[in-house]
């Protein structure tokens, strides 16, 4: 049996192929355009090993995917591959409604295409993970938490366009009997991130001794879950999953912007003493436009019925994020120098 990720060179898909490979037997399957996003440096050691084949290609080839479903018989489909980066949607949000909208129904309708062929146990197991994120939800005050039955009040190209894939396909299992699963979760960190997000872009401009831009006050709350604890819950929902459910999944790690950039400094003046103190780069800048206040998690429903929390608690996996950039500039200074070197986006409102 095979298992098929969609974006698997990208960030999180790229953590799902690692942990599939270690906890499973089964060949992987990536399917990824390797767009700025995707590097397939994140998973050249498994291809090395025979446990991974990558195949190039657009989700938004509909006549392809449905070949490369056909061909691969995948037991689940892990669809990751989308434009996830909230500025970017701002300066061209063209791009996010054709592949997280179109690539999305493209991907289904290979799934429905092959599932409807199958027969027995095997069409009994298949199931469709289609991973989202809990953004679709909007933003939150200073109380409560976003769980499955938020309604959805995206304020952004990129969530909007995420929201957009989500009903499409809900839809394709209350029209086709697909056996989707929808995954919500909260930010993601870890290794192997692309250096525009919050995270890498810290640690890497630390290293660089250059400015700390913070958007806003600050203030802005996100709950951050590792990668790698993602990863387990999106096997859990393959195995154990009820078609047709939603589950939200978070780290239960709810911190400030400034917190985690506080934090990351605190970790470089211990690694790298001779250039503390770090905090001296923190440059508050103008906030994101339309930037949500705070996002939180509910994950008691995938806790309750498929066992699942997070594993690494929040402190010991963001000091491991630093280690491993510090330790991996083979991995990122190639991007640095070919597509992104750290400069602001999302200017265009």
């Known amino acids: 049996m095979t298992w098929l990720v969609t974006g698997g060179a990208g960030f999180i898909g790229s953590a799902l192929c690692h942990y599939l490979a270690g906890e499973t037997d089964q060949k992987i399957v990536v399917v990824d355009k390797l767009t700025y996003a995707g590097n397939r440096a994140s998973i050249e050691s498994l291809e090395a090993e025979g446990r991974l084949d990558l195949i190039e290609a657009d989700i938004m080839d509909a006549p392809r995917m449905a070949r490369i479903v056909e061909e691969t018989a995948p037991e689940a489909i892990f669809h990751l591959a989308a434009e996830t980066h909230v500025d970017r949607s701002i300066d061209g949000p063209a791009a996010f409604v054709a592949t997280n909208v179109a690539g999305t129904c493209a991907m289904l309708e290979a799934a429905r295409a092959f599932h409807d062929e199958l027969e027995g146990p095997q069409k009994a197991a298949f199931r469709f993970i289609h991973v989202s994120t809990d953004e679709v939800f909007g933003s939150l005050g200073d109380e409560g938490a976003f769980r499955e039955t938020t309604p959805y009040a995206p304020s952004s190209p990129y969530s909007a366009s995420k929201a957009g894939a989500d009903h499409l396909a809900r839809a394709w299992h209350h029209t086709y009997g697909l056996p989707v699963i929808v995954s919500n979760c909260s930010n993601n960190y870890g290794p192997r991130q692309f250096p525009e997000k919050l995270i890498p872009l810290m640690i890497l401009k630390c290293l660089a001794g250059e400015t700390l831009p913070v958007y806003g006050n600050g203030a802005n709350v996100r709950d951050w879950l590792h990668a790698e604890d993602h990863a387990r819950a999106l096997l859990q929902m393959a195995k154990r999953g009820v078609p047709g459910e939603t589950y939200c999944v978070g780290g239960g790690a709810e911190r400030t912007n400034i917190q985690i950039v506080e934090t990351i400094c605190a970790l470089m003046?211990?690694?790298?003493?001779?250039?503390?103190?770090?905090?001296?780069?923190?440059?508050?800048?103008?906030?994101?436009?339309?930037?949500?206040?705070?996002?939180?998690?509910?994950?008691?429903?995938?806790?309750?019925?498929?066992?699942?929390?997070?594993?690494?608690?929040?402190?010991?996996?963001?000091?491991?994020?630093?280690?491993?950039?510090?330790?991996?500039?083979?991995?990122?200074?190639?991007?640095?120098?070919?597509?992104?070197?750290?400069?602001?986006?999302?200017?265009?409102?």
């Open 269 to 349: 003046d211990a690694r790298r003493p001779d250039s503390a103190p770090h905090k001296r780069l923190i440059e508050f800048v103008k906030d994101r436009p339309g930037h949500d206040y705070r996002y939180a998690i509910d994950a008691g429903k995938i806790a309750g019925e498929l066992g699942w929390a997070p594993a690494r608690d929040f402190e010991t996996g963001l000091a491991e994020t630093v280690d491993w950039y510090i330790a991996h500039p083979e991995w990122w200074r190639p991007l640095q120098d070919r597509v992104y070197a750290g400069e602001r986006l999302g200017t265009q409102a």
